[in-house]
């Protein structure tokens, strides 16, 4: 079983940006796809971003595509998610996954282990 441990979020403001790192332990995350979800209050859990295994292939939400990046680096065991140019709507508790395959996913059920989770948010 992997552990997974968030950095902390924050408040910002609107078109801020912050960086969100997520460490693995227990075990290597390098074989795996891991990915970014969130969940807004009154919401349920929407996936945010993907890396695949290798970090060669990512995908993202529509509502992020441009704004967040995901980044992977398997030597320390860990992945990011940088976020740009932040909206109010991105106002959310952001969790970290580990998938139990290499390939990207945006499918919750794929993943199998999730961090507690870190609250991110953004002021107008």
């Known amino acids: 079983q992997v552990q997974l441990v968030e950095s902390e979020g924050g408040l910002v403001q609107a078109g801020d940006s912050l960086r969100l790192s997520c460490a693995a332990s227990?075990?290597?995350?390098?074989?795996?796809?891991m990915g970014w979800f969130r969940q807004a209050p009154g919401k349920e859990r929407d996936f945010v971003a993907t890396?695949?295994?290798?970090?060669?292939?990512?995908y993202y939400a529509d509502s992020v595509k441009g704004r967040f990046t995901i980044s992977r680096d398997n030597a320390k065991n860990s992945v990011y998610l940088q976020m740009n140019s932040l909206k109010v709507e991105d106002t959310a508790v952001y969790y970290c996954?580990?998938?139990?395959?290499?390939?990207?996913?945006?499918?919750?059920?794929?993943?199998?282990?999730w961090g507690q989770g870190t609250q991110v948010t953004v002021s107008s």
């Open positions: 890396i695949s295994a290798s970090g060669s292939n990512s």
């Open positions: 996954a580990a998938s139990r395959g290499r390939l990207a996913s945006s499918r919750s059920a794929d993943y199998y282990s």
């Open positions: 227990g075990r290597t995350v390098s074989g795996y796809a």
